[in-house]
């Protein structure tokens, strides 16, 4: 399957003054295939030096005792038997496993740039293992991250846009033109995308399923493939938490972020993991959530917005699935009302919600929301050119009562409505409505300031 991080790996190839890149990702997103069985082969020719440092013990504890690059390079091509030069990818993979090569990152930069270097793992773990080795590490456990070292690249699940790239690419080609062009598509191709966003709803982005989907086109059998990996992503829950009471509750959060959102205040509430709780008792688990990217948190905006988007209350945000297959199959919601027209309109709009946070994310596009008195609110608010624009995500058509009550407290400029209503300008209104297929292209417009 074709994946959009390709092109930034293409990029960072022909970059004259690369530096050893390190590619984050939550597990089982793709990294390996992708750059062992994608990149390497095609972009290298297959000529690649790939280490697990999990399971290659040996590479492992030599790698432990140094962090010169000549030395690794040597013992590498020894136990490899093959001439590694400056055309040879070197991949480590899992490098929590092996601290030290971390640090010997910033030694390939300043000392053997000239080897293409790429570098995976947990950020977590290896942010937990600094941790448990910050105080008292004897000298050969401890390691430096090499802080403007590296090139750093992040691989989430399968965006709307990658999976139409794999499924519908003629789609996708005509999406983008009629973007280009601030046109609406003929109201037959907004059905045909809107019906590819239902199906990418409940399978999501998680690339072993969406391969199986695409193969086969049984969505019963991908949707077992993405309650494997719910259940896989809840046992390796245990390999990054600090304690069994952490392990505990991240997995009570993960599990209880569709029905957090399902409520009519969507803020996260201690009381729903325990009685009595408070949040700064699940700043711990929730901050591993997010390290290890499998949950996305959003922050609460006051009510008047006098600077650039910050956070300014760490007691009031939402969290959100990285995957909104994953986010489907928590719901328990029948897949008949994802493929049936007539119970599409059944979905709950929270759907749409961490679809469109996942894709803003993608997109590099941080996440925050605006609440207003009763039941204003506006879903998400970006930051663009200098603009604060804020976003209501709609299933259907929908009011603009949230759109007027947080024009009466902030400025009043261009407006987004993300729902299943075709392309539009208003003008008068000052607002642009979004099909919700179209959030990526959105997204992309925020990121590089061109909406106008």
């Given at each position: 399957m074709e994946r959009l991080a390709m092109r930034e790996l293409v990029r960072w190839k022909d970059n004259p003054r690369r530096k050893p890149l390190m590619v984050w990702g939550a597990r089982q997103v793709g990294k390996t295939y992708l750059l062992r069985d994608q990149f390497a082969q095609t972009h290298y020719l297959g000529q690649y030096v790939y280490v697990d440092f999990r399971l290659e013990q040996r590479i492992r504890d030599y790698c432990m005792g140094t962090v010169n690059p000549k030395d690794i390079i040597r013992f590498l091509s020894v136990e490899k038997n093959i001439e590694i030069t400056s055309d040879t990818l070197l991949l480590f993979d899992e490098i929590q496993e092996c601290p030290a090569i971390i640090t010997a990152l910033k030694y390939?930069?300043?000392?053997?740039?000239?080897?293409?270097?790429?570098?995976?793992?947990?950020?977590?773990?290896?942010?937990?293992?600094?941790?448990?080795?910050?105080r008292g590490a004897r000298q050969q456990e401890s390691y430096l991250f090499p802080v403007g070292k590296i090139n750093e690249?992040?691989?989430?699940?399968?965006?709307?846009?990658?999976?139409?790239?794999n499924r519908n690419p003629s789609l996708l080609e005509m999406l983008r033109e009629k973007w280009k062009d601030r046109?609406?598509?003929?109201?037959?191709?907004?059905?045909?995308?809107?019906?590819?966003?239902?199906?990418?709803?409940?399978?999501?982005?998680?690339?072993?399923?969406?391969?199986?989907?695409?193969?086969?086109?049984?969505?019963?059998?991908?949707?077992?493939?993405?309650?494997?990996?719910?259940?896989?992503?809840?046992?390796?829950m245990e390999l990054y938490q600090a304690s069994p009471e952490?392990?505990?509750?991240?997995?009570?959060?993960?599990?209880?972020?569709?029905?957090?959102?399902?409520?009519?205040?969507?803020?996260f509430?201690?009381?729903?993991?325990?009685?009595?709780?408070?949040?700064?008792?699940?700043?711990?688990?929730?901050?591993?959530?997010?390290?290890?990217?499998?949950?996305?948190?959003?922050?609460?905006?006051?009510?008047?917005?006098?600077?650039?988007?910050?956070?300014?209350?760490?007691?009031?945000?939402?969290?959100?699935?990285?995957?909104?297959?994953?986010?489907?199959?928590?719901s328990g919601e029948n897949a008949s009302s994802f493929l049936l027209k007539d119970q599409q309109?059944?979905?709950?709009?929270?759907?749409?919600?961490?679809?469109?946070?996942?894709?803003?994310?993608?997109?590099?596009?941080?996440?925050?929301?605006?609440?207003?008195?009763?039941?204003?609110?506006?879903?998400?608010?970006?930051?663009?050119g200098g603009q604060i624009i804020p976003i209501d995500v709609k299933r259907g058509r929908g009011t603009l009562n949230s759109l007027v009550k947080f024009r009466n407290h902030n400025r009043n400029g261009?407006?987004?409505?993300?729902?299943?209503?075709?392309?539009?300008?208003?003008?008068?209104?000052?607002?642009?409505?979004?099909?919700?297929?179209?959030?990526?292209l959105l997204a992309e417009d925020l990121r590089n300031g061109r909406l106008q």
């Open positions: 390939f930069c300043q000392d053997a740039r000239e080897y293409p270097v790429i570098a995976t793992g947990s950020m977590v773990r290896i942010r937990l293992w600094r941790l448990n080795h910050k690249l992040t691989l989430f699940p399968m965006t709307f846009e990658e999976f139409l790239l046109q609406p598509p003929d109201p037959a191709y907004h059905e045909l995308a809107m019906k590819q966003l239902y199906d990418y709803l409940l399978i999501g982005g998680m690339p072993e399923a969406v391969d199986l989907f695409l193969e086969t086109g049984d969505y019963r059998a991908a949707r077992a493939v993405i309650g494997e990996l719910y259940n896989n992503y809840l046992d390796d952490s392990v505990m509750r991240s997995r009570a959060i993960f599990c209880c972020i569709y029905g957090e959102l399902n409520k009519e205040n969507k803020n509430r201690s009381s729903m993991i325990e009685e009595k709780a408070k949040t700064r008792d699940m700043r711990t688990p929730i901050d591993w959530l997010t390290t290890a990217q499998v949950v996305h948190q959003s922050w609460q905006l006051p009510e008047h917005i006098t600077a650039l988007l910050i956070q300014e209350d760490d007691s009031s945000f939402r969290l959100y699935l990285h995957d909104i297959g994953m986010f489907s199959y928590e309109n059944t979905l709950s709009g929270i759907f749409f919600e961490n679809y469109a946070a996942n894709e803003l994310i993608a997109k590099g596009i941080p996440l925050f929301y605006w609440k207003g008195k009763s039941s204003a609110e506006m879903e998400f608010v970006a930051e663009s261009l407006a987004v409505k993300l729902s299943a209503n075709r392309y539009g300008y208003s003008e008068e209104q000052q607002l642009l409505t979004v099909p919700l297929y179209a959030c990526f």
